[in-house]
């Protein structure tokens, strides 16, 4: 029977995947693997940067073999990715692929040797429930991003020459997303479901705009926005 401690090893490596690929890694340096492919100094970086990291989360610290995998896995996946074009299919199977090493990763380590289980008995906060939160709120703020971006790329031309007069705040969209989702997140862990309703309302009020096409954008992205954030927030609950 799999234990609480190696369900953490699993959420843990995810974890690391996560804060890799969408926190220690810029727009610039993905563009730049998409020019220079094989040849970006950033695809080996970012593939070393992935491998400690799953090395420093899963605390295995005489399983060298794991940040080697991570991190040889993680070039060759991007290196491959780097060849197709940059959208939403792109996107889901890189994110796929990485995710099929990782749990490959974790069946193969899922009996670890006594030593190892005392160190991670030792250096580890206990349970599962602190790292089902840290997943489901890293899930929401950076992944759900790049994905509602993806998605709704087609139409962003069509609304960035209308949108262009109003004088919007650099980086706003990007903002408000992530301060509904994480309050709609926070919203479902604490079964406040009421509370959601009036945050749909508010956001109705103040992003009325006269341009239809400008409309339909900002309301497919905010019911993509609210769709994640609730199924996050729904998944999240049955862990805990």
């Known amino acids: 029977m799999v234990t609480q401690m190696e369900i953490s090893l699993l959420i843990r490596l995810i974890i690391a995947h996560l804060l890799t690929d969408f926190i220690f890694q810029s727009d610039s340096c993905v563009n730049q693997r998409y020019k220079d492919g094989w040849h970006s100094k950033h695809l080996y970086l970012h593939g070393i940067i992935a491998g400690i990291l799953a090395y420093f989360f899963t605390g295995l610290w005489s399983l060298l073999w794991i940040p080697i995998t991570v991190a040889v896995t993680h070039i060759l996946i991007d290196g491959i990715k780097a060849k197709y074009e940059n959208n939403i299919q792109s996107f889901l199977t890189d994110q796929l692929g990485h995710f099929i090493?990782?749990?490959?990763?974790?069946?193969?380590?899922?009996?670890?040797?006594?030593?190892?289980?005392?160190?991670?008995?030792?250096?580890l906060l206990p349970g599962i429930?602190?790292?089902?939160?840290?997943?489901?709120?890293?899930?929401?703020?950076?992944?759900?991003?790049?994905?509602?971006?993806k998605i709704t790329e087609k139409w962003r031309e069509d609304t960035e020459n209308k949108d262009s007069k109003d004088g919007s705040l650099e980086k706003a969209g990007m903002w408000i997303g992530w301060l509904e989702r994480f309050l709609i997140l926070t919203f479902?862990?604490?079964q406040q479901y009421g509370a959601i309703g009036l945050l749909v309302a508010a956001k109705s009020i103040f992003r009325f705009s006269e341009s239809r096409k400008v409309g339909e954008y900002v309301l497919i992205?905010?019911?993509?926005?609210?769709?994640?954030?609730?199924?996050?927030?729904?998944?999240?609950?049955?862990?805990?």
């Open 101 to 123: 090493v990782l749990l490959a990763i974790w069946i193969w380590i899922i009996q670890p040797k006594p030593d190892d289980v005392r160190v991670l008995e030792q250096i």
């Open 221 to 240: 992205g905010t019911l993509l926005s609210f769709t994640i954030a609730i199924l996050v927030g729904l998944i999240a609950s049955f862990f805990l």
């Open 188 to 190: 479902v862990l604490l």
């Open 129 to 149: 429930k602190i790292w089902v939160i840290i997943a489901a709120y890293i899930i929401i703020l950076w992944p759900s991003s790049k994905l509602i971006s």
